[in-house]
């Protein structure tokens, strides 16, 4: 069996989708290594993961994206972000394959610099994304900003005009950063983002048809392996069994996009509604809320126990925890602050799994509508949860990479 190395980037948002994918490999006998955030090595050799450590200053560069006026200095920002990041991402990916000496590499999608050093080490590698890229795809518009797909010429047409405007525009910032970090390990610049993405031989995406528009045109080494759902082993709160009647769970982000917003509008858009509210806050609790009877903020809690409860979920758009409630059949009201949030919140509407809410339309009026739509939405978010289920999940990408990479025969 290999010895397979893997490095993530400095959020649970990451760390957590990619685990199941590590212990599926560990079952199959794999020596199976993970460098992660300081904070949770203890939880992954717990999990019977070899772990260790990530370089402290890589956390250290704060993603300030929620200081952004709009997207093109979101942008911007984000790009600061990771190429800081990858000065000491790659080195420490490096660093590790000296140690470790690996068969194979498993690589998070946003540490630039471990891509690079992946791509430069000889080491069949892969590129691990829980969220979907910004990948070109006919058919489909421009990644970024949310549009809604639009069959036809018109579509085409449109897809045309503002593919450059927004694809162009993003890359004319992307491309200096890129190049400069792939230059110091001797790799050739990129033209594209999508180039730079797809430089490894494997792309495992968590996700999956019909949540997924369609792309014929990705190729064999683009696997969609579903929604990849993992949380830490913990037990349901005390007061869960204590809540009667449909339950909501309100979340933000993990890392942390000042999106408390979200929560303090919730509290007060379903204050006299006839449900429980459950606010999880993971970036830290906002001590100011005003907390109506029915309703209960709490930094972590599982979402699991509760999203088995729940009529309804409303999140911030991250992947995570919009795919966590899709998968069990949860419909969701999708309120997107930023990054892939807008994306995540069009594939809600446009697979019927729930509702959107862009967030400069949010007061509590509307997002009580939004909820109460969301909450008729349960059959398009069964057929999203069976299409993640016909995806193989973490099976299929372990298959991959035995097969595809490793040259291992099937069972």
Known sequence: MAKILAYTSPALGHLFPMTPLLL???????????????????????????????DERIAGVIHPDWEASNPKQALKVAVRTFGERAAYDGPDLRAAIASVRPDLLVVDINSWGALNAAEASGLPWVNFSPFTPPLDSRGTPPFGPGLKP????????????????????????????????????????????????????????????????HHPDWGDDVVLI???????????????????????????????????????????ALADEPVTVVATMPAGVDRELVVPANARVEQFV??????????????????????????RGVPVCVVPFGRDQMEVAMRVQVSGSGTRLPVKQLTPKRLRAKVQEAMQCTEGARRVAQGYAASGGVSAGADAIERRLLRLPAP
């Open 24 to 54: 599926e490999l560990r079952s199959r006998g794999h020596d199976v290594h993970v460098r992660t955030l300081g904070s949770q090595v203890d939880q992954a050799r717990s999990l019977g993961l070899a772990a260790s450590a990530i």
């Open 150 to 213: 639009l069959p036809g010429i018109r579509g085409r047409l449109r897809d045309g005009v503002v593919r450059p405007l927004v694809l162009g525009a993003a890359e004319r910032v992307m491309r200096p950063t890129m190049d400069r970090l792939r230059a110091d390990v001797g790799l050739p610049p990129v033209r594209t983002a999508d180039e730079f993405f797809r430089k490894a031989p494997l792309l495992l995406i968590t996700t999956a048809e019909p949540f997924e528009y």
């Open 226 to 268: 579903g929604a990849s759902a993992w949380e830490p082993p913990h037990e349901p709160p005390a007061w869960l069994s204590e809540i009667e009647g449909p339950l909501v769970l309100v979340t933000t982000s993990s890392e942390f996009q000042d999106d408390g917003v979200l929560v303090r509008t919730t509290l007060e």
């Open 302 to 327: 599982p979402h699991g126990p509760l999203l088995d409860r729940a009529a309804v979920a409303i999140t911030h758009g991250g992947m995570g925890a919009t795919q966590k409630a899709l998968s």
